[in-house]
């Protein structure tokens, strides 16, 4: 999908996206994870007549209430939450214990502003609803209304699903499930339908059960009536029947199940009602927990911290060594992690020494921010987390193998372009290779192949002409001598950063996406982010480029997410890492490159983006920490607050 959600909602210019035509197996078009995209402004439009519809939303209130007896000061949690139409209503009939929670960032953040609008105290957080960060016995009651359950390729997300809940409800409370009939669904859905969405635009649908008949699977495609195709999409939902949730439930252990009135929809437009038709309304209680034991004296995990070495030299760095700036940013970090409960840290900088030290280290993970490479060598970054797999240690961040392919720019646009994600044009040219044929489009810009950290990409970078080319050429030899080089078409457009925390299969979250502003940068300077915005403090590249969250349409910014959860999957980074992107002439967004561990510092991008949501530099920090936590399965013994943190 290409179009942008603002202009379907306002009737402007509206992009098309190509559409697949005539699809005989709907099954083998259906994306896996459809859920990560679908959830947007066209799905508020598609769907609006049903889950935008106020006399809805106030009967299955009401039938909720009385169902699971829930009382004003219960703790409850809108889980799938949405848009948050139940949460807020509950909010706006007194109820003062409200979380929602929703994978989708526009759903939540529609939420956030439609709660803040009319006043109401609801906490709304993004989460994957297989992988919730509350500790136990944290709720009264935990509702999935709007037919939100079942989404997953595999039943077995679905039991995880289950799993969770209950371990954050509370002795005996209620969990509340408004799920389609698969009973009464897999004999009555409509093979096809369509419907007019309003003035401009209509949705076409068809429908069929997979090869093993547990799954409907849809296929929407939405049309403006003048501009043709604008969405072509696929998503799927498992047929639960009364016997088989029933059967579900009471194997993890929920009790007292009872079947209530069954939900209709009602369309205010009389549209197609498709899964929300027919649905399935039922609450049980908890199991019995047995009471816990006192744990007596927690222990707090201990992490060592892997940096460069400020003793050694660094070529990166201005005047090639560790400088005031650096040693600030170092400090203020020893100065944030120290506010993160549930964590005692210790620092390993000193590289002659790293491997003894390694040896006997007894850390419960290692926290590597030695972006670095080992003996301060750029080349030697992957050396870091293979020498701390060699000696058993646990560490946060990418693997030697992620980053040594992101090191290599060639072999991440090999793996872009083999995934559809829209790159530059590139040419590249050998160590030893003079006799190449030059590009002939212009401005261009060299990069060397290898490294990070923007070395050899400067402002002389960016050429105009075949002479300026060859000139620059030659110095990048001279500096990085036996590096091939790539030689990119230069990017005019806006320059946007991805930045992902988490890992895939647990929760892996998109920050805001962050836009580079080079308003104030003096005429005639090319507008990139290269060395000397980096290491030169007395460079108008380090004073005047600002940062500031993108107002990009909300369209383009699903895209540039889901390029990068693809690339974040396809190179196996790990907790966090970030995606840089830009402009072309066209208004194609490409990417420009991937960095995993990226860094790490109070004023770089990543918390930067992580600022524009909320967080503290220290919030931050704590989070990849989680992550790592999380995918390596430490054991958590943080107290209460570092373990109810949601990021």
Known sequence: MTTSPSSVASGRSVRKCSTLGPVADLEKHLPAEWWRELFNSIYLKTDGDVVENNLNTDREVSDLIVAADIRRKDRLLDLCCGQGRHSLELAGRGFSNVTGVDRSRYLIRLAKRRASKRGLNVTFKEGDARALRFPENSFDCVFLMGNSFGYFDQETDDHRVIDVIKKVLCTDGQIALDITDGDWMRGNFEPRSWEWIDQNHFVCRERSLSSDDQRLITREVVTHAERGVIADQF??????????????????????????????????????????????FLTANAPHKAASKPRGETRPLKVTVVMGDPHMPDQVKKNGQFNPEDMETIDIFKKSVLEIDGYIFDYLDDHKTIKSSLGTNKSDFVFNLCDEGLNNDPFMELHVPALLESYGVPYTGAGPACLGMCYDKSLVRAVAMANDIPVPLETYIGASDYAANLPSIFPAILKPVFGDSSIGITKDAVVDSAEGLVAYLEKLREILPGQPVLIQEFLFGPEYSVALLGNPGQDLKALPILEVDYGNLPEGLPRILGYESKWLPDSPYWNDIKYHETRLDSESQRSLVAYSRTLFERLRCQDYARFDFRTDARGEIKLLEVNPNPGWCWDGKMNLMAGFDGMSYTDFLRNILEAARERLSIKAFPPKQSQEHVA
């Open 235 to 280: 998503y799927a939902e498992r047929l639960y029947s009364r016997e088989s949730i029933e059967r579900l439930l009471e194997a993890k252990g929920f009790r007292d199940l009872v079947f209530h009135a069954s939900f209709k929809g009602e369309s205010n437009r009389n549209g197609d009602l498709g899964m929300m038709a027919h649905r399935i």
